[in-house]
């Protein structure tokens, strides 16, 4: 069954603690990315990835880190350092680096909440 | 940075009514791409049109492209129950490197 798997669906940061978010696919795709989406402001860009051991910052990159060690696997991980973390995070993939012209698959999202 | 703007923010219809969201967008453009977003759910691709193409059509969708204007429309018809959900534009980044998105129109469709 192909596609993009994020886990968990729901998750809980208390004040202070890191959480990792997974994001894996099975598409055999190049480039993975992740967005937030918060309420009204639509999706924004915070890392991608084009190639594996590899991966640029998007327009909000701040308190957030990633990695690439797989090309199957794109783990994001929400720092203390990010000051409002309450969001739907959404990992997505593109078959080729480079999103021109090209149609992006997304993951179910996780719903990271601060309690 | 938000390359695209959907337009109306929200939009309410009945079933059997069309539906049309615009999208514009602000530096030039190889392609245009409308996503969907059911409450909740990830995006879910519905359409891409290059920028030497004017119109296109899939099934009940029809999307129209104007370079000169940095525009673009959904059109949704005989809208259906089903289809209420999020509606997002989505464009290249200037490096090509990866789509960035616009706020979304929700459409709401009663029966």
């Known amino acids: 069954d192909g596609g993009i798997t994020q886990s968990p669906k729901y998750l809980f940061r208390k004040e202070g603690q890191n959480v990792t978010l997974s994001c894996e696919q099975n598409?055999?795709?190049?480039?993975m990315y992740w967005y937030r989406q918060d309420p009204g402001q639509g999706l924004r860009l915070i890392y991608y990835?084009?190639?594996?051991?590899?991966?640029q910052k998007g327009d909000i990159a701040e308190g957030y880190s990633v990695s690439r060690e797989k090309k199957e696997s794109f783990p994001l991980t929400v720092t203390s350092a990010q000051k409002n973390p309450t969001a739907f995070y959404l990992c997505?993939?593109?078959?080729?680096?480079?999103?021109?012209?090209?149609?992006?698959?997304f993951g179910q999202g996780t719903r990271l909440t601060v309690v | 940075s938000q390359q695209g703007e959907e337009d109306p923010q929200a939009l309410s219809i009945q079933e059997g009514e069309n539906a049309t969201m615009n999208c514009s967008y602000k530096?030039?453009?190889?392609?245009l791409q409308w996503y969907r977003q059911n409450s909740g759910r990830g995006l879910v691709h519905l359409i891409l049109?290059?920028?030497?193409?004017r119109e296109k059509h899939s099934g009940r969708l029809r999307v129209t492209l104007d370079t000169s204007k940095k525009s673009s429309s959904l059109l949704i018809t005989a809208s259906r129950a089903a289809d209420t959900a999020s509606y997002f534009c989505?464009?290249?980044?200037?490096?090509?490197?990866?789509?960035?998105f616009g706020k979304g129109t929700t459409l709401s469709v009663s029966s």
């Open positions: 530096t030039s453009i190889n392609n």
């Open positions: 989505a464009t290249d980044n200037q490096a090509g490197t990866a789509l960035i």
């Open positions: 598409l055999n795709h190049d480039a």
């Open positions: 990835s084009q190639i594996v051991n590899d991966f």
């Open positions: 049109i290059r920028s030497n193409e």
């Open positions: 997505a993939t593109t078959s080729r680096a480079g999103a021109r012209g090209t149609e992006a698959f």
